[in-house]
């Protein structure tokens, strides 16, 4: 029998329905209905979610938003700004470091007065890295001059969603508006949500179109000029403008809130209070936290204590006389901030409530400070009660014994520290002396002499096994064959991605040499700032001591898209020339956020944010020949290789290592199976990267000092197949067989045999 909620939807002027959706998927649906016009993002975990939503609605036909997938969290914000000058609704959604990477374009957009909506799925900022939900990334907002709006449940990431534009497009605010959840809490919680049925509802709420008024950069009648350069006294009066409009905010929010009220029998004021008219201890929270404590409030209430919480719908502008009349009878308040100020004594939030007390008379309130819930780590009703005892202690006692600390937490313990497992590997078994490289003295190219594969098992792995990869990953059997070349001590850094997250889980590592990590977009300048200390130190004599035998040699692994976002930095590194080998993992997406499109994508490919349906059919443009851009950087050495022909790969492994040691940067590319979102069987991984180079998609090669040589040629073998034959393989491509796809399966052929006929062409011609 249906379940009839017509009760439960209560007062209401425009039809609605019940749905069990998480926070993503409503601030998803928020945007389809509004359908903006253009949406730039780069995946980011936990806030990806959100354009795998609406990249798979769209899909279907259920919107019109044209979905740009950027080079990294950057550009996605760049993208959204120039669209926003364009005069049309803009949307995006990030999360940590993400965040962190578009933050210098936030205060540009805030300050030309360019409205859109951006979520922020709140997450821990690095370092270490941490993909659970806190609020450090949100407090890094605070001085954006963003509105910020808050979000406890994925009933709220609805509304927000839909209130967000209507004031981010009001004539007296004029701002671009952030949307804050919680990571993983609130983002992926299915909860019932309210929603409205139909998107003209919607539309007449916010406004079928954006105001009309404004100037934009489309209107050819009224050339403007965005974002000149300002000196004094405009630059303060600027400011001045804006701060006005950020105040502004706060009033249009109330007046749009008791209209999205009486619309929908919703309402959200900018300070939400539950049992506070009498109340003489409190607890101030924000977002998921914020549910919890009102049961501990209704049981602390039941034993005769007068208490009552405080949450916030909107931070910025903060609501200061609100907090200020809200305490003015509370004896003490514990204020719990989701991330540190460090060295502020306290977090954001504690210490702007200690400035409301302050500015608006109020010396008699305690306050206590507590940092809780960092990482992720879960608030449980225990945990409010211990956070209102802190103010119950207060209030009874006058005095506020400790007014800021961490809560949750544990001291660290000196006889807890991590014991090393295995023994560091020893040079003399990293020197197998298997391995012949020589540099011929007419031509100046290297000579490599390897063994039969057996030999070289003899070699210990540099990696431990139990790491955590899926079954079928193909990234560990490609580095492990690459480090069968590479003779002596290595350093590695890793960029974020697969084949970090799944090996160092603290405090626990898989590797047996030295490992670094950083971010994406700037692993290749954090190792050529150490391989650069090397050289010095060792050239002033300072490392004598430790009595190196010979060079390190330095390696960068990346992948999952680490050289879309990290492009930039990999070509500076580059055309320095730093004495260090980048090697990335081409999987073919960014699969370690759960399989979105990468540049390296090929076209026609099924990922997360590149779908299969009714309006596309996988990813729409070709991918990035990155061997051949960094070849044009004019580095000693770029190669391709793969776990499917392995001689050749441990080869150039060699190849690689004595010019990263001897000449400059090397740059390689293996071809990594991912069985989980290729959609194969754990054990095709080798098969499919063979197939893949006897197809031509993946050539086998090298740039040696600027001369192209194919090294493994499939025609002159005879072993060359078609394109469909690496296609039917996979899960991921299996649509491109279908006669309804023959064009985009014959642009892609025809994209595979141009470049492999061009590579022929270098490789017959020297000069070329």
Known sequence: MAIDYSKELGFSKVEQQYVFESGNEMAAYAAQQINYHVMGYFPISPSTEVAQFLDLTKTSGQHDIRLVASDGEHSSAGICYGASTAGGRVFNATSAQGFMYMLEQLPVQSGTRLPMVMNLVCRSISGPLNIHGDHSDLYFALNTGWPILMCRDPQAVYDMNIMALKLAEDPEVRLPVMVASDGYFTSHQKRRVQTFVYREDVLKFVGEQPPAG??????????????????????????????????????????????????????????????????????????????????????????????????????????????????????????????????????????????????????????????????????????????????????????????FDFYGHTPGDPDKTPVRILEPLQFEDLKSGLISVQQDETTGKINVKVPPMRALTRKPKRLTPGHGACPGCGIFSGLELFFKGIEGDIIALYHTGCAYVVTTGYPHSSHKGTFIHNLFQNGAATLSGLVEMFWERKRRGELDELGLQEDFTFVMVTGDGGMDIGMGPAIGAALRNHKMIILEYDNEGYMNTGAQLSYSTPKGHRTSTSGVGKTQQGKGTHHKDTPQIMAATNIPYVFTGTEAFPQDLVKK??????????????????????????????????????AAVNSCFFPLYEVEQGITNITYDPEAKGNKVGLTEWLKGMGKTKHLLKPENEAALSSFHGEVERRWNRLKAKHAHPDL
């Open 653 to 690: 492994a060699a190849k690689a290592q004595w010019y990263a040691q001897n000449e400059g940067l090397v740059y390689g590319k293996i071809l990594s199976a991912c069985p989980l979102n290729w959609m194969s069987d754990d054990k095709a991984g080798t098969a499919l990267v063979r």
């Open 214 to 403: 404004f100037p934009h950069t489309l209107n050819r009648e009224n050339p403007i000029s965005v974002g000149p350069y300002m000196n004094e006294p405009d630059y303060i009066n600027n400011r001045y403008q804006l701060s006005v409009a950020m105040y502004k905010a706060g009033e249009a929010f109330e007046r749009i809130a008791k209209e999205y009220g009486e619309l929908t029998g919703r309402y959200y004021s900018a300070l939400e209070l539950y049992r506070m008219e009498d109340a003489e201890v409190a607890v101030f929270l924000m977002n998921s936290a914020s549910e919890i404590i009102k049961d501990v409030v209704d049981q602390l209430r039941a034993k005769g204590i007068k208490a009552g919480s405080i949450s916030p719908n909107m931070i910025r502008p903060f609501p200061q006389k609100q907090i200020a009349d809200a305490l003015k009878n509370v004896k003490a308040i514990t204020v719990g901030d989701r991330g540190d100020s460090p060295g502020g004594h306290g977090g954001n939030m504690v210490n702007e409530i200690k400035a409301a007390l302050f500015t608006h008379g109020n010396s008699t309130t305690k306050v206590i400070s507590r940092i809780y819930g960092l990482g992720g780590k879960e608030f449980y009703a225990e945990d409010g009660h211990h956070l209102f005892q802190l103010a119950i202690d207060a209030a009874e006692s006058g005095e506020v014994e400790i007014p």
